[in-house]
């Protein structure tokens, strides 16, 4: 009997050891999934705001991105319906039009998450991409501060001093930017400084009231990820609609909707659309700490890639602000000591949420903009929306 116990003991040793290996190889594609998402979706942004020649309306890129989000959230509900399209059309009419009350809710974030996009391309178009990457890390002050106020989260000493230090980065970063724009933003009459710093700063104050608030009302929610992400589509179509007209109704009118769109550009509009769902579901595999690390090697890898592609130049201020940022990134980022209670972090992208919540499964957290997910994607516990 002890020999059979003996055996079997050694039998599961080598299984378990499988498993291990094949988590630590899902977390290196997480991380690597992770950093090229995040550093590849605002260097493609600048390269196609930058270039000579016409250039596309971003209000249309921004709807674009929401429709292509909601077809690939339906086609995922299809394929978990088993290709059922009475169940599938069902289901959506149920979860949509039959719990209104549950979808009227997402207007407010969804608005925000519209706004926050069309800003993102503002900045993008007229900052260096590294220092909007370094400025928009930000959004980890902002929803830190909606989090104590809205949902009376507590932080670690540590996380305050993050804080704190994230803040003197960025500001060290903009008195480099402000004392030498002709580097930092390269000859273009049509680019504006000011304008770029104003539109991050405000995109970073929605994304983290958005995050929260999203956080707030979505609380114990049962909806699939799927499900929340087509309800903040068809908000956002709506709305990005709606600023399409305004800002761009009669340029649209005459020259088309499509008017300046590359190869290039799709790529950026198929980034912003689907990076935020590939994201979630790695995400899954990415605890805190290593979304952490990602942020801040896409900080440098970002900085690194601006160099070569747009003549960026690094100096020791640059360098000083930048470090003190990847090193508060990290640090709030770190597990806070047992008995406390965590706190969002900010991510945000695209028209999905940007903050996070606690998952159950060893402290690691979701994406925002991903309420709760089923069919294996993202694990069921109570979630808070895609940033980007």
């Not at 690597?32 to 000579?52: D, E, G, K, M």
């Not at 930048?322 to 991510?347: E, Q």
Request: a positive charge.
């Amino acid at each position: 009997m002890a020999g059979g116990s003996h055996s079997l003991a050694a039998e599961e040793r080598p299984a378990s050891r499988s498993q291990s290996e094949v988590n630590r190889r899902l977390k290196y594609i997480s991380l690597a999934v992770l950093v090229v998402q995040n550093a590849s979706l605002i260097l493609s942004i600048r390269y196609v705001r930058t270039l000579p020649g016409d250039r596309f309306f971003t209000t249309s890129a921004v709807v674009m991105a929401e429709v292509l989000k909601v077809l690939t959230c339906l086609l995922i509900i299809l394929l978990q319906k088993r290709f059922s399209v009475k169940e599938t059309v069902l289901f959506l009419v149920d979860s949509i039009v039959f719990q209104y009350k549950d979808t009227l809710k997402l207007a407010v974030p969804s608005l925000i998450y519209t706004l926050q996009n069309n800003l993102q391309y503002v900045a993008i178009s007229n900052l260096p991409a590294a220092t909007f990457q370094v400025t928009y890390q930000l959004k980890i002050l902002t929803t830190a501060l909606f989090s104590v106020l809205m949902l009376r989260k507590s932080l670690s000493r540590v996380q305050w001093i993050s804080l704190l230090l994230l803040f003197a980065g960025v500001a060290i970063v903009q008195v480099q930017q402000e004392g030498n724009k002709e580097a930092s933003v390269s000859g273009g009459s049509n680019q504006n400084y000011m304008v770029g710093l104003v539109a991050v700063v405000i995109s970073c104050l929605s994304s983290g009231f958005a995050g929260v608030y999203f956080e707030k009302i979505l609380k114990g929610s049962s909806a699939s990820v799927w499900v929340r992400n087509v309800q903040l589509g068809i908000f956002g179509m709506a709305l990005g609609m709606l600023g399409l007209w305004w800002n761009d109704g009669a340029a649209i009118a005459e020259r088309g909707f499509l008017f300046g769109y590359t190869d290039m550009v799709w790529c950026v509009i198929f980034n912003q659309a689907f990076g935020g769902l590939l994201v979630a579901v790695v995400v899954k595999y990415a605890d805190n700490i290593l979304k952490g690390f990602a942020t801040s090697f896409s900080i440098i890898v970002s900085t690194v890639m601006s160099i070569y592609l747009f003549g960026f130049h690094v100096d020791l201020l640059f360098t000083a602000g930048a470090g003190l940022v990847i090193g508060a990134v990290y640090m709030y980022s770190l597990p806070k000591a047992a008995g406390s209670s965590s706190s969002s972090l900010g991510s945000s992208s695209s028209s999905s949420a940007s903050s996070e919540s606690p998952r159950t499964d060893g402290g690691a957290k979701m994406e925002a903009f991903l309420p709760k997910a089923q069919g294996g994607v993202v694990s069921p516990p109570p979630a808070v929306h895609i940033t980007a």
